[in-house]
């Protein structure tokens, strides 16, 4: 890199040297480079430099150059106005090495960067001696990535469930990573824009009813109309059933028992045939006392 701008450098001075340097006043020569901004990667874009001869027109200088950066450009042109053409600069020694007269003009140039990166360059128009610096300047040369085709895919809504989060329509581009929230990708949205939180369950506490002799009753319990679901504490962290959260009514209760307990009703009667005997004995020893009295008359 160094290298070529030293040799763009150099192309500079030749072809300033083809042309008579035009005589000025006693101001200082002057070297400057116009340049757009920020080029971009795979795109070639034109730059010039120009000088001034000033007071110093016509002495025999040599263009030097010291570049920071990286290496991300892939080529620098000249165009040689003598054909109109461009040439690539290639090499580290271009032109003459005694040097040229310096002078008023400006030179075309042209690059191309591979990728995107940063060159900062010093450019100094020195005496051939290289004691004296006439003039100088620096120039950052930036590019950035070329803007880039979308391969887009859609991704339809997804609505939301209680629990689970769902999504809007959009657009994603798998190349570079993006999310578009149109179809027309001039709306760029972060992946966490996509995404419709779910809405937690919107449960209703029922309270506990007694059941009654005809009517079942039930625990209490939350419902969520939402998702329809049935929880059994106010965390809704205990999902049940509706059939969990009833309670049969008493009077089916008793014939469940009746039916499924046998064992009830029989102890039952059992229960009922001593309790006649025990009457039956007092009536009988009732009769048997009346009895001795009316004896002992
Ligand atoms: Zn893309
Ligand atoms: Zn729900």
Not at 67 to 84: F, L, N, P, R, W
Not at 266 to 295: E, P
Request: glycine share 8%.
């Amino acid at each position: 890199m160094k290298k070529k701008l030293l040799a763009v450098l150099t192309t500079v001075m030749m072809a300033f040297s083809l042309f008579p340097s035009v005589v000025s006043a006693a101001t200082a020569p002057t070297v400057k480079v116009d340049k757009p901004d920020v080029f971009t990667v795979g795109q070639t874009e034109e730059f010039s430099i120009s000088t001034t001869g000033g007071s110093k027109a016509g002495t025999m200088v040599k263009g030097f150059s010291t570049v920071t950066g990286d290496t991300s450009i892939a080529k620098i042109e000249y165009y040689e106005t003598a054909d109109g053409k461009w040439y690539e600069l290639t090499g580290d020694s271009f032109g003459p090495q005694s040097g040229f007269p310096l002078g008023d003009f400006t030179s075309k140039f042209r690059v191309t960067f591979k990728e995107a990166g940063s060159v900062n360059a010093k450019i100094e128009i020195k005496t051939t001696d290289g004691k004296d610096v006439l003039a100088e300047t620096t120039a950052e040369f930036k590019a950035v990535p070329a803007p880039h085709a979308h391969t887009p895919v859609e991704v339809k809504a997804q609505e939301p469930t209680c629990t689970e989060d769902g999504n809007i329509a959009y657009w994603y581009c798998a190349d570079c990573g993006e999310y578009f929230s149109d179809e027309a990708l001039t709306k760029e949205i972060s992946k966490e824009d996509t995404v419709v939180k779910a809405a937690g369950h919107h449960a209703v506490k029922v309270e506990a009813t007694d059941p009654t002799e005809t009517d079942s009753g039930n625990i209490a319990y939350w419902y969520c109309a939402d998702c329809g679901k049935y929880f059994s504490d106010a965390a809704l962290t205990k999902e049940i059933s509706r059939d969990d959260t009833m309670i049969p009514a008493l009077g089916q209760s008793k014939e469940n028992e009746s039916t499924d307990n046998p064992k009830i009703g029989d102890s039952g009667m059992t229960l009922w045939i001593s309790l006649a005997a025990i009457s039956a004995l007092g009536l009988v020893g009732t009769i048997i006392l009346n009895k001795k009295r009316r004896t002992g008359k």
